[in-house]
């Protein structure tokens, strides 16, 4: 009788090394996400303190501190990417809602940055960019709601599950 995956007996052997090696595989492309962002906050940090002295340097401190704020603004993403990365390695699921805030925070740079880049500011852009941060906010709300009433269900399922093995105990 097959199991579940349905592969066959002979390759049974070959099966259970293919997952072995994709576990390791896998293991190690953590580990080069956790070092390539680790390389990105110190190159963000790095990239601030230019944007800080390129403002000073030139007496247009608006044009640099909004710069600037670009710059953390990656740098929080980065911060949130690490976040669910860590979350990850230490056995939870890498959760949607982190994708999405990395991308509100994407966005939101692009709103602030927007008025000191080079070019004419172009209303349709800018409705865009906001049209874009508010169905962002909206996915962010329907999952964060979501996934609540999904941990009230299973609080409410081993509540039950407490009460039954009590009453079965008494």
């Known amino acids: 009788m097959q199991n579940k995956t349905d592969i066959p007996r002979e390759l049974y052997f070959i099966n259970r090394y293919a997952v072995k090696a994709m576990v390791w595989l896998n293991g190690f492309a953590h580990i080069l996400i956790g070092l390539a962002l680790a390389i990105a906050v110190l190159m963000f940090t790095w990239l601030f303190f230019v944007d800080v002295r390129e403002a000073a340097s030139a007496h247009n401190l608006v ?20 976040t669910a990365e860590i979350r990850y390695l230490r056995g939870s699921n ?3 809602e982190a994708f999405i805030e990395v991308a ?67």
């Open 94 to 96: 890498l959760e949607v």
């Open 63 to 82: 044009h640099g501190f909004l710069n600037a704020l670009g710059t953390l603004m990656l740098l929080w993403s980065i911060s949130a990417l690490i």
């Open 104 to 170: 509100m925070i994407v966005i939101l740079r692009k709103l602030i940055v927007m008025p000191v880049e080079d070019g004419v500011l172009i209303p349709s852009d800018v409705a865009f960019w906001v049209g874009a941060g508010l169905m962002l906010g909206i996915m962010y709300f329907i999952v964060r709601w979501s996934n609540n009433l999904k941990s009230k269900a299973d609080d409410k399922d081993n509540e039950q599950l407490v009460s039954e093995d009590t009453q079965l105990h008494a």
